[in-house]
Nanobody, 126 residues
Framework: VQLQASGGGLVQPGGSLRLSCVAS????????IGWFRQAPGKEREGISY????????EYADSVKGRFTISRDNAKNTVYLQMNSLKPEDTAGYYC????????????????????WGQGTQVTVSS
């Protein structure tokens, strides 16, 4: 199982970024996916989750209305579109996966995800 996150960078407040997480080594559409972030000195925060079918999504209140999670099972890729970025969004962003037997199941706790990508840094600053 391998997860490769990309798309991070430096962006001004109000700007946008799209993160990608490409998976390999397993049947992608058997897995539910979560995006988490961690800023220096802070606990890891779950921000968005998507079911294996893509039919169910959830967001943390801190990003609701600004971030959109999606997946393309044909490309083994999950995306996180981030709009209206704020300085407090600055963090390392990580994708994580968990196998599921349900097409709509979502997991929101980081300890429920056994596989993690290496992370991509997002810095929001003027």
């Amino acid at each position: 199982v391998q997860l490769q996150a990309s798309g991070g960078g430096l962006v001004q407040p109000g700007g946008s970024l799209r993160l990608s997480c490409v998976a390999s080594g397993f049947r992608f559409d058997d897995y539910t996916i979560g995006w988490f972030r961690q800023a220096p000195g802070k606990e890891r925060e779950g921000i968005s989750y998507i079911s294996s079918s893509g039919g169910r999504t959830e967001y943390a209140d801190s990003v609701k209305g600004r971030f959109t999670i999606s997946r393309d099972n044909a490309k083994n890729t999950v995306y996180l579109q981030m709009n209206s970025l704020k300085p407090e969004d600055t963090a390392g962003y990580y994708c994580a996966i968990r196998r599921t037997s349900s097409s709509r199941e979502i997991y929101s706790r980081d300890n429920e995800y056994p596989y993690w990508g290496q992370g991509t840094q997002v810095t929001v600053s003027s």
